[in-house]
């Protein structure tokens, strides 16, 4: 089967599935070759709390980029001794980080969006590309409605970058559903929630919103919103009417 | 290379010494063979503020251990650029942080002594074993009266696990001294000593004091 065509298939046959059923299905469809990334997000937590209750095998990992909250790595040990799972945690080379900080220093995604790029990269993404190594497919909990980036979310996408499917057991459910599911089921969650930051990355690239702000507007702030993503969910290309947009339809 | 010269005649000769000469004499006995260890403690921040003002090109090297508070990053940020330098930053070896969090747990410190060190280990000690390859000594911001495992400091002691001599030019200096200084030069440092710490380190191991 092409690589679209899974999509289309599983987009099919999971069209009305609860995100329980997606992932029992990824489970057992993706055997041993799918793995969930937490960010540790509201949502993520929610689905960490799926696989744990139901038991699924499906290994969970993380990325410490090394500057995280202390809230984050809080919540990291709460959740793992709450479920009793062991969540895998990568972290960046320190050549790569080394050798970076020591050409634009410790703080360089304020220089510039290509700095800033470079720091997701060695802190994110080549460690989660050292993560997806041998897999088929990986699930995330986007959801449709987080921030202009994040408009329109399915169930399945095709990841270009990773070359795998990319599952998204949430992508139907609003912010509300998270927070309904959290609370019924006591799951534990980041307390920075609570203070006003509804998407929680790096400390030093993450700020609390205001009312009626965007939900991504607290990360990399001084950037433009189309450009508030790290590159690991290469949203920027999926903005209705974006150039990116406009070019990837042409 | 190591240094040969006797800890004892190290200290008589350094005897009476202030801080910026033991310094410059560091400096002009093992040039290029020596480094400042600064955790941003206000007695690293004025070591460093002494090293800059005094043109000394001593070079400075942090460990940052993944497990830093947000402020410390800020902190090294605006000490470059106050300083027109970029320190170098040590960071732990991603395979053993990766490993022992596996088998112990993000925050395995707080479960035994013997986690915590192996914490410290991985986080601190390593990096700072590969940040010393090539120098005969290293200078710290050590001094006296600093709590129950540094209650006697000297400016120069030999360091039997690094296998170098260790440079302590705050020994004799006690807290408030730094405190002035840091202050008088205008010596950046951590907000959180605003808010009660007395200390500097990894996050989660260190709270306010009384």
Redesign the interface.
Known sequence: MTQPETVQTLLAELGDATPEEVLADAARRFAGRVAFASSLGAEDQVLTHMIATAGLDIPIFTL?T??L??ET??L??RT??NYDL?I???????AE??KM??KD???LFRDSIEARHRCCEVRKIL?LRRAQLELGAWICGLRSGQGLTRQKVEIAEWDQLADMVKINPLASWDEARVWDFIRANDVPYNPLHDQGFPSIGC??CTRAVADGEDWRAGRWWWELPEHRECGLHDRAARIPGSAADATANA | MTVDEPVADILARLQGLSAEEILADAVARYPGRVALASSLSPEDQALTHMIAAGGLGIPIFTLDTGRLHPEAHELIDRTNKRYGFRMRVYCPDAAEVEQMVADNGIDLFRDSEFLRQLCCETRKTRPLRRAQIGLDAWICGLRGGRGATSESVEPAEWDSEAGLLKLNPLAGWDEVRVWDYVRAHDVPYSPLYDQGFTTVDCAPCLRAGA
């Open positions: 410490d090394g500057r909250y202390p790595y809080d990291l040990d793992a001794k062991c895998k945690t990568y972290f960046p080379a320190a980080v080394e900080v020591d220093g410790v703080n460690p400390a030093p």
